[in-house]
């Protein structure tokens, strides 16, 4: 069953959330292009996540669904703005806002997406209102200081991988972190279970950006959605390029073209080693849910877990 259909009911809620924003006045400059943005395809796994984290911890799923439009848009939102950031021109196979207007009006319409993610938040119908704007701007806040070190790291050639590591915790897994841990709070779940959730969605986190960066090298390009080897072309720092950097010296390494980076990834034990990196991330992210009783949210959110392991996408 394809991804989009096995969630289609979640999603639902989610989209039906996502167009009730509340709007004051036509103005075209600031909404087409949000529109634009949010109707892009996308796996929405992050919203996903805040209503399965939910009804794993016992809450009704549906309680969940303004909180969980609320990441979407907060997700969005950084896409925006890492996308002029890193002057990617394309953003899930269409032209990224900044291409298709301009940087400015890329720049308001990134500003809007936040907006409405508070919005989205503070509609939330539990009384614990003030809890989840706090984490989730502290979440936001830890995820601009991810995209704030990975702009340094490109300037930086001694990264090491637990320096990597840290970043992408930031950047990448906060998120995903974020939406499990609403999802438990909207629940009414106690202290040890938010933390289980909150374990879970980082390890889901870091387990996704360190298999994705092994996707820029071995996936597909058609099923990829963008250039293979691209993070190694753009010279963007992943935990390969700084393990094997690290190994081979970086005389060596700065010689490298792409099929001799790619050969030597295989040849020197990188890609073995950052999988099974990969594999210990998933593992405890299965490790964090084993407390939970069985339930179908239970159930769906260790099926995520297998797909985004094994994913080509």
């Known amino acids: ?3 989009q259909e096995k969630y289609k009911t979640y999603f639902q809620y989610i989209d039906k959330e996502i ?3 509340k709007t004051f006045q036509a ?3 600031f909404y087409d292009p949000i529109h634009y943005v949010l109707d892009l395809p996308g796996k929405k796994i992050r919203p996903l996540m805040v209503m399965l984290s939910c009804g794993i911890a016992g809450g ?5 669904a303004p909180a969980a439009a609320a990441v979407e848009l907060l997700h969005n939102f950084t896409l925006v703005h890492d996308d002029i950031m890193d002057n990617d021109e394309t953003r899930r196979g269409k032209p990224s806002v900044h291409a298709k207007w301009d940087v400015n009006t890329a720049i308001l319409a990134g500003d809007g997406l936040l ?3 508070f919005q989205k938040l503070l509609q939330t119908d539990i009384q614990a209102r003030g809890l989840l704007a706090d984490r989730f701007t502290e979440a936001m806040i830890i995820i601009c200081e991810g995209q704030g070190l990975d702009k340094m790291f490109e300037e930086q050639q001694s990264i090491t991988a637990d320096e990597y590591l840290d970043m992408i915790s930031r950047k990448t897994a906060a998120l995903i972190q974020l939406s499990c841990e609403l999802g438990a709070i909207i629940a009414d779940a ?6 289980q959730l909150h374990d879970f969605g980082f390890n889901l986190g870091m387990g996704f ?3 994705d960066d092994i996707l820029d090298i071995t996936a597909d390009q058609d099923t990829l959605g963008k250039k293979v080897g691209s993070d190694f072309e753009m010279q963007k720092q992943t935990v390969l390029s700084i393990k094997l950097r690290q190994k081979i010296g970086r005389d060596k390494f700065d010689s490298l073209d792409l099929n001799s980076y790619t050969k030597l990834l295989k040849n020197e034990g990188i890609l073995d080693e950052v999988g099974a990196l990969a594999e210990n991330y998933f593992s405890a992210a299965r490790q964090n849910l084993n407390d939970f009783a069985a339930s179908e949210h239970k159930r769906l959110m260790l099926e995520i877990v297998d797909d985004i ?5």
């Open 27 to 29: 103005v075209p400059l």
């Open 115 to 117: 907006g409405f993610a």
């Open 60 to 64: 009704e799923t549906i309680k969940a």
């Open 19 to 21: 167009k009730s924003l």
């Open 1 to 3: 069953m394809q991804f």
């Open 309 to 313: 392991q094994h994913r080509t996408w």
């Open 209 to 211: 950006q360190v298999q």
């Open 190 to 195: 106690d202290q040890m279970e938010i933390k």
